[in-house]
Structure formats: C-alpha cells, structure tokens
C-alpha cells in the first residue's frame, strides 16, 4: 500500500487552488450535487481515510479525466481514486458489479493460464488474416459483448471487429488476429486490482511478440490506452506501437474511396481516445471526408466532452443513466440524426439509455465509427442505421 | 433439505462430517480434491470426482430435489445446490463465477414452462442462458460445461437422473481446464 505522503505527491493535491471547476465540470457531480473530488481527496489524504476505502463514492468516479482537463493545478484526481481502489481490493473490498459480474467473471476466468479462449469464431471467408505479420488486430471484449448484449440493445458488436477486419483488408493491411487473445486489462486496472491486471498485460504482450507484430491496431479506446500507455507503464518497454483504427484511417484517406454515405452525425470523444490518447481530430477528419455526411458538433466536445457515464463495468445507477441522456439530448440537439463513437462500451451505454422510458423519447440513433466507414466503403454487413 | 437428497444410502454418518466443508463452500476446489483424495485413498487409483453447482428455483425444482430425496432416489452426491427464487434470477454472471471458482459444471434448473411461480421467469432463463452459453463457448470452455433443465416438484426421479446424466456428461468432458492450474485466478469481491 502506498502511504498517504506517496499518494499526496503523486496526486498533486496540495497544489489545488480550491476554485472549485472540477466539482463544476465533472459529469457525475452534474447530476449528483451531494458528490464533491476535492471533498474525497481531503476526506482520503487529511482526514484518516479509513471510511473511503468503504464509500460508495470510491466507484463512482469515471476516471474520465474531465476533471484534470479542467483542472489549473494538474490535480490527478482519477489517478488517486484509482490508488485507493487498489488498497481497497487489498482488503477485499470491490464495488458494485454490473451485469451480475458476468464481465468481471469474464476478464477473472482469462487470466488464467492454462485456458485457450476460443475469441475468432466471427472471421467471415472473405476477410484476409494471417497468422504471423507486422501488423496485430487487437479485438478486445467484443466477442463477449455479442452474446450479452447484442439482443438486448438490437446491434452486433461483432459487426465492428468485422468491419475494422475489412477496412484494413480494404486499406491493404493483412491483421493478425489472435485466437487466443486476452481481455487487455484496462478495466482490472481501473478497479486497483494491479496483479490481475499484470497477468493479463503479460500474456497479451508474449502473444504479440510471438506473431512478430510491429504495429497493433484496435477498435477500442480502452484497449489502445492499455496495450500502449499502461503495458509500457507498469510491464516496461513493449517494442510495438499501438494505434486506433481511426487514426490508422485517417492516415490511409488517399487510398480509400468512398462511396458515400447520407447522414448528418455528431461524433462523440470517448473519453480514453480523447483526453487520454490525444486523438480528437482523425476521426473528424475522417468523417468530414466521407461524401453525405455532415458533422454537426456538440456544445462540450474534444477535451471537454462528456463521458458515458459509467465505466468498468462497475457502478452504474441513476445517475449514469443521467448523464447519458443528457448527453444523448445535446446530441439530438445539435440537429444531427445519428451519433457516432469510437468506443464500442459508448456505444452499449447510450443504446441501454435509449431503452430507458425516459431515454427512448431522444430521437438519435447511435452508432460506431467503423461501421460508419465501413457502410460508406460499401463493406459493412452490418445496418449501422439500427437501433432507432 | 438438501443434506437428505445427496445422502448416499447407508452412510449418513460421513454426509453429515462433510456437511460443514459444504457450508464453507469457500474453496469448492479444495473440497473437490479432498474428496478424490479420499476416493482415491479407498480405491488405490484416482479418479475424477466432478465438482458440480446446481441452481435450483425454490418452487420447483428445489422442491424436485428434496422430492428425490424423500424418495430415496439414487444418484449421485457430486452436487452443490444453490437455492434462487426463480432460474430467471440466474444471470451469466452467477454461472461464470461459479465456474471461475472451481466448478467442473453448471446446472440450471427451474419449473416447467406455464408452472414458474414469476409467470416468465423461466422464459427469461432461456434467454439469459443462451448468452452464458455464448460467453462459455468464447472463454473456450466446453459448453456441455453448462446445462439448462426443467424439474417440478413432483419428479423427485426425473432430478436424480438429470443429476446423473450431467455428471456423466461432466466425466466425459474431464477437469475444468481452469482448474488444471494450481493457483486460481482469484476471488473478486
Ligand atoms: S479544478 Fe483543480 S485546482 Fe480547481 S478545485 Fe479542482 S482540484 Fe483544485
Ligand atoms: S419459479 Fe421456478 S422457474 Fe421461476
């Protein structure tokens, strides 16, 4: 356990010049007055602590960043919740699951050595992989999303592993997908439980090694955060660069020509892709490059975007639900018909919101960045127009 | 109730010296290994004592259990039970925890269609199992590892040979391949 004076350098908490703007910006706080960081932070550091370690607030933080975007004294705030939370699951204290834990389970049963998770049943015969190669295809938790909630939300999560697959075909890149790929432990991380997190970092990284892959490419925020940032944070040096589809994209236009696609879409930063990775712009670029389609921007949007209002699958209550439909409102607001995210886990919250009584009235369709490309190539299966 | 159901004949003494481990139900692995160890002991070869947890709505199929044991149906003792209220209360969740946990197999057992106390809740179960099968299958575990089976209060026999077949089923498919390791991915709270 690191000590309350490590937490406090790392955390930055005694540069805060108390004005206040976190509590003002951060999503969660926005729909719940009562929940304050500044307040955590001197409860955790000043005042004992003992009792944070067992509040329910713990969890509830997104980790989302917005906080330290807006911050003038670079108060870690996430940083520090996420220290405490590796304290509080040494104790054997967790959150609240959602989904009765079945993705908790899921990433539990993948670290384990000895299991050959069966992840590539989805390849269609027309998509050209191979085993070995430069480049990797990182697929993430979608094929675990399909089954649990595909039918619920009325999309396929797959259509977006599919779509990228052909994308990059399309682009002339030949991915390795591997069978036996692990979840990339971004979530296990974000909940403090640092040695599950290590295992499946580990096993990921010596896979990636032994298909020879230079570059690795993902269709997740969140696995594009872990495998670059984190691997190299807390494993050490990867020697692989990793990079979202959309910037893999946007850096390829010349070679891709589009058919066209009729929509007017408003894109939301998810908040791993943006404020964490930097990556604002490709995907604008891309879409604005698309014939058909029109971008109408939100009100808060790049580093100020609005998150989706839960995340690792844990803690999510009425506020979430809150946030996304605020969210989904500033959307429709803008005019625009569809939503377009870069993050598959985006993509379940606003749909789930949607299903909601209160949700179900916001008339915006939501949709992922790569099935918006790959409609507008002519390759998609999947309608990415579902979903109304 | 259940402790009368998985009492072999005749050796009632030993259930009931188990019954506290089953309580603890902490480690069913541990317990696993003890018991083979046992077997293994009497038998001078090991064997695969498959490590099963039974999901059983209270209003039928639990009652299904209890029925078999007052029947005195043979079958096989190689079972937790855990009573829900209905199996439409039985989410993936529950069953992959289970199997993360050292569980060779999962039972879920619930009351015919038009006999679920909730009315649906058992068409809910289809639904909720059908996605557990997806996310077991894509873990790469067998997905005879899992099992969805009707069982009402009446068909006390019926329980006991739903009971033997699946721990046939389980022999055939071996050890979980999470439990081939030693040290098990760990507990979440
Ligand atoms: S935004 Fe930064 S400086 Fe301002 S109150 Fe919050 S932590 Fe303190
Ligand atoms: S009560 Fe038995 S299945 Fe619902």
Redesign the interface.
């Known amino acids: 356990m690191s000590t309350k004076k490590e937490q406090l350098k790392k955390s930055r908490a005694n540069w805060c010049l108390e004005c206040g703007k976190c509590t003002a910006v951060r999503p969660i706080s926005q729909a719940n007055g009562t929940y304050s960081p500044r307040r955590l932070l001197a409860e955790g550091l000043f005042y004992g602590g003992e009792d944070l370690v067992s509040d329910s607030s713990l969890w509830s933080c997104l980790t989302c960043q917005l906080c330290s975007a807006r911050c003038p004294a670079d108060v870690k705030y996430s940083n520090y919740m996420r220290d405490v939370r590796e304290d509080a699951?040494k104790l054997?204290?967790?959150g609240q699951?959602t989904?009765?834990?079945?993705m908790?389970?899921?990433w539990?049963?993948?670290?384990?050595?000895?299991?050959?998770?069966?992840?590539t049943?989805w390849l269609e015969p027309d998509m050209k992989v191979q085993n070995k190669g430069d480049f990797v295809y990182f697929v993430g938790c979608l094929?675990?999303y399909?089954?649990?909630f595909g039918?619920d939300f009325d999309f396929s999560p797959l259509s977006i592993a599919r779509d990228t697959v052909r994308i990059l075909n399309r682009i002339g890149i030949e991915p390795v997908v591997m069978d036996?790929e692990r979840c990339c432990g971004h979530d296990v991380y974000w909940l403090g439980?640092q040695?599950?997190f290590e295992?499946l970092a580990r096993l990921n990284i010596e896979q990636i090694k032994a298909s020879g892959g230079k570059t690795v490419i993902t269709a997740c925020p969140e696995c594009a955060l872990a495998l670059d940032h984190l691997y190299n944070k807390h494993i050490g040096p990867t020697g692989f660069q990793v990079k979202h589809i959309a910037e893999v994209v946007a850096d390829n236009l010349d070679k891709l020509s589009f058919n066209g696609y009729q929509s007017e879409v408003t894109y939301q930063d998810p908040c791993r892709l943006g404020r964490f990775l930097g990556v604002y712009d490709q995907p604008r670029k891309v879409l604005e490059a698309i014939p058909g389609v029109t971008l109408r921007e939100m009100q808060r949007i790049k580093a100020g975007a609005i998150c989706c209002g839960t995340t690792n699958w844990t803690h999510c209550d009425a506020t979430s639900k809150q946030i996304q439909k605020r969210r989904l409102t500033e959307a429709r607001d803008t005019g625009a018909d569809t939503m377009v995210t870069a993050c598959p886990k985006c993509q379940i919250h606003f749909r789930c919101a949607r299903c909601s009584p209160e949700g179900s009235t916001i008339d915006i369709k939501v949709t992922d960045f790569v099935n918006v490309v790959a409609q507008a190539l002519g390759l998609s299966g999947a309608d990415c127009r579902a979903g109304e | 109730m259940t402790t009368a159901t998985v009492t072999p004949r005749g050796t009632p003494g030993k259930q009931a010296e188990k019954k506290p481990e089953t309580k603890a139900g902490k480690k069913p692995g541990n317990q696993a290994d003890k018991q083979a160890g046992k077997q293994a002991e009497k038998n001078a070869e090991p064997q695969f004592i498959p490590n099963i947890v039974v999901f059983a709505c209270n209003w039928c199929s639990y009652a299904g259990a209890d029925t078999a044991g007052v029947n005195r149906v043979q079958h096989s003792p190689n079972f937790r039970i855990i009573r829900t209220m209905c199996s439409g209360r039985v989410?993936?969740?529950?069953v992959?925890?289970a199997?993360?946990l050292g569980a060779d197999g999962v039972l879920v057992s619930g009351c015919h269609f038009g006999d679920c106390h909730y009315q649906f809740g058992n068409y809910r179960a289809v639904?909720l199992f059908?996605?557990t099968?997806?996310?077991v299958?894509?873990?790469?575990?067998e997905e005879g590892r899992v099992r969805l089976e009707w069982v009402s209060a009446a068909e006390g026999s019926r329980w006991g040979e739903v009971i033997n077949e699946f721990e046939g089923q389980i022999k055939a498919l071996g050890p979980s391949?999470?439990n081939?390791?030693p040290k098990?991915?760990?507990q979440?709270?």
């Open positions: 699951y054997g204290i967790g699951p989904h009765s834990g079945a908790q389970a899921v539990d049963i993948q670290a384990s050595p000895t299991l050959l998770p069966n992840r049943e094929p675990f399909e089954p649990l039918k036996t439980q040695d599950k295992t | 989410t993936p969740g529950f992959l925890k199997l993360q639904e059908e996605k099968k997806g996310l299958r894509t873990l790469g575990l391949p999470l081939l390791h098990r991915s760990g979440t709270a």
